[in-house]
């Protein structure tokens, strides 16, 4: 994975700036920060403690993110035709000069997506792996080995966490592994949560050898979801968990190597998504019924602590 992190960063980053009013322009960050807003609280939280021009870039790659996911999340067209769908998406915002249609609010996705990328150069190579890794989600629902689902969270997710270290600036090439390792982490925690969600639309993240290591199989996921797990389940969740903390802790050391304004809104984002299987565990790892969460409240109450580690953090 680290291999495409570095082939990636060597991408061509676009250099000319979008030609559109200035108006245009803005509507379209605004829209962006919405789309943030309804669909993620806490990136929206953590990518509001970023200077301002940086904290609109986070938001329209999120939006970005985000639409490329739905296209293949929400979707009724069959796999041939979304896969065409997601093709035209990625002409439209990885093109050089992205057009605003009327009527079409993507499009202001894409016009704010198209600026940002020119901002603050991040290169295509990391957007194409991103469109890449969801357009899997069109062929595979299921994964044998942790391996493999890490290699799928690296496109899904590193792809992120590398495209938003060139919004808020890094130390060098030396700081990609610990980006790498922190979108796995956020993903797996993603996975972790949404067992129940997913299996409703067919499918399964968690990895298959592991599932059996603890004698479980797609059967005790049917039955937990309708409500009966037991301690093999349980044994399996704590597994996961811990491994999935190892990885965190492991990533974190790289806050440190991002330009210091911005060290505060990464480790929100990672803490706050950290904590989620904390609630996972204190739930006894129901994640059939019940969507896990930390309120509000709780999140700015954190606030301090992650603000301090934030500062004291070194590699």
């Not at 299987?277 to 129901?286: F, P, R, S, V, W």
Request: include cysteine.
């Amino acid at each position: 994975m680290l291999d495409w992190a570095q082939n990636a960063l060597t991408s061509a980053a676009p250099t000319h700036a979008i030609a559109t009013d200035g108006v245009a322009l803005c509507a379209a960050y605004e829209y962006c920060a919405l789309i943030t807003r309804d669909a993620s609280k806490t990136f929206y939280l953590a990518s509001g403690l970023l200077p301002d021009e940086k904290r609109r870039a986070a938001r329209a790659l999120y939006a970005f993110c985000r639409v490329t996911d739905n296209i293949v999340d929400e979707s009724d067209a069959d796999p041939a035709e979304t896969r065409t769908i997601l093709d035209g998406w990625r002409r439209q915002t990885l093109g050089a000069h992205p057009v605003l249609a009327p009527h079409n609010v993507q499009s202001f996705v894409a016009l704010a997506w198209a600026d940002a990328r020119v901002r603050f150069h991040i290169p295509v190579g990391y957007a194409q792996q991103l469109i890449d890794g969801v357009a899997r989600d069109l062929d595979s629902t299921r994964y044998r080995t942790f391996d493999e689902l890490a290699a799928y969270s690296y496109g899904v997710a590193s792809t992120v966490g590398l495209m938003a270290m060139h919004i808020i600036g890094f130390a060098g090439e030396h700081a990609l592994p610990y980006a790498v390792k922190l979108g796995v982490a956020l993903q797996i925690t993603n996975i972790l949560r949404d067992v129940g969600e997913d299996w409703g639309i067919g499918r399964l993240y968690l990895p298959c050898d592991d599932l059996a290591a603890f004698g479980l199989s797609e059967d005790d996921i049917a039955a937990g979801v309708r409500g009966s797990y037991d301690e093999r389940w349980r044994a399996f969740m704590r597994f996961q968990i811990a491994r999935n903390h190892q990885l965190y802790a492991d990533a974190m050391p790289g806050i440190a190597l991002l330009n210091a304004e911005g060290r505060f809104a990464i480790s929100a984002a990672s803490e706050l998504y950290r904590a989620i299987l904390t609630d996972i565990e204190a739930h006894d790892y129901d994640v059939f019924s019940r969507r896990s969460h930390i309120p509000m409240p709780s999140k700015v109450r954190r606030l301090p602590g992650i603000w301090w580690r934030s500062r004291t953090a070194r590699v």
